[in-house]
């Protein structure tokens, strides 16, 4: 019996957890209706290990070993010990991670990190014909502190307003953007991340589509928690000329946000059928260039079907692949694939799971006075017959 993750039992579990909890989460229900044990620690010590590429200690039980009668491996979030420090070392540095691409011809936008005192990269690509740049933190994600689609006056102006610090500023590329996901030199999921819009009938205004879209959005639970800043939509409306009383043509799209950038009022669509399979052989390559077992990849794909890695992430958040919206179907694909990953083929007949309390398994796992050495997930389940 297959999980059916719109049950409120799943469902409500997710809603209330974030980030990389909600990887570990969905990792675990892989794991459990496969018949693994799950074991969930607060720490490294008490877990009687020292691996050097997990934080020692966590905010919330994301650190857990996933354990059959043979072996055991321990994950935080989504990376297992399967990870080799070459890798993290790798994706960590932004531009450690361009210098493997660029040596593998593997495309990847051309930058480098500049600041105030040192920005004659920024000159040298201007003459060799770049007009318009990104500039994003040196250590980052999510899109925080990124400004696409920027001219060299504008980079100047930038460093000299923060002449303390360092950015990558790298030539900007349009397109759109996919977030991939490779495992054992295979990509599983693929997603494309489309800012705020709505895209119009024929005969209902723009604050119409807009509230159905807001309201289409509460069947999700990756996206119900994140409400839309009216305000913000508005002044992205009115700077590109529009009202919310316009009644766009059918198919035509009202862009509802200020830039392109992947944001939690945006879509995430499955692309995995859509995506160029030159961006996937791209995706898979820049995997193994390094020397990473899996990992998320920002690809962007050009109109032209063109496509550059953009960054890799070793522990990337996988909510939204479960998740995706507006249309595709709530599933466990690359939760499934992590675990297989590590512990090789399903099982034939899945375990029935009809529950699992995370938030009372976290409570547990941090409770003052526990002596028991970890928590087991098993004991906050619910299981069908076989």
């Known amino acids: ?3 059916t993750l719109t049950d409120p039992a799943f469902f409500n579990q997710i809603r209330a957890t974030k980030g990389h909890g909600a990887s570990t989460y969905l990792v675990t229900l892989a794991a459990l209706t496969q018949g693994l044990s799950v074991t969930f620690f607060r720490s490294q010590a008490e877990a009687g290990i020292n691996h050097p590429l997990f934080a020692k200690e966590v905010a919330e039980p994301i650190f857990y070993r996933v354990s059959n009668t043979r072996r055991a491996h321990f994950f935080n979030g989504t990376q297992s010990d399967r990870i080799s420090a070459t890798a993290c070392a790798a994706t960590k540095d932004k531009l450690k991670t361009k210098a ?3 040596a593998k011809n593997l495309n990847t936008p051309v930058g480098g990190v500049m600041s105030a005192h040192d920005h004659v990269l920024l000159g040298r690509l201007h003459q060799a014909g770049v007009r318009r740049f990104v500039i994003k933190p040196v250590a980052g994600s999510l899109g925080k502190g990124v400004f696409l689609n920027q ?5 100047a102006g930038y460093l ?3 002449p303390e610090q360092s950015f990558v500023v790298e030539q900007h590329i349009k397109g759109f953007e996919h977030r991939v996901h490779v495992v054992d030199g295979v990509v599983v999921t693929a997603l494309q991340r489309v800012a705020n819009h709505v895209v119009g009938n024929g005969f209902d205004t723009v604050a119409s589509l807009f509230a159905a879209r807001q309201e289409d959005r ?3 639970p990756y996206l119900v928690e ?4 009216v305000a913000e939509v508005e002044m992205a409306l009115l700077s590109r000329g529009g009202a919310w009383s316009d009644v766009p043509p059918l198919g035509q799209t009202v862009w509802l946000a200020a830039n392109g950038l992947p944001n939690p009022q945006g879509d995430i669509i499955l692309s995995f059928d859509t995506l160029p399979e030159a961006a996937k052989h791209l995706a898979v390559a820049a995997t ?3 020397a990473a077992q899996s990992a998320g990849l920002d690809i962007l794909v050009e109109p032209s079907g063109t496509a550059y890695v953009l960054e890799i992430n070793i522990r990337p958040w996988i909510g939204a692949q479960s998740f995706p919206h507006p249309k595709g179907d709530y599933n466990l694909t690359l939760p499934n694939a992590l675990v297989q990953s590590v512990f090789g083929a399903p099982n034939p007949q899945p375990r029935p799971l009809l529950g699992f309390d995370y938030q009372a398994l ?5 409770r003052q006075g526990r002596v028991t050495k970890g928590v087991a997930a098993a004991d906050f389940a619910r299981f069908g017959p076989a």
């Open 226 to 229: 994140k409400t839309a800043d």
């Open 218 to 220: 509460k069947r999700n």
């Open 288 to 290: 193994k260039a390094v």
């Open 100 to 102: 493997l691409l660029h």
């Open 1 to 3: 019996m297959p999980i």
């Open 362 to 366: 976290g409570a547990e796992v941090f």
């Open 151 to 155: 001219t060299a006056q504008q980079v």
């Open 160 to 162: 000299q307003a923060n």
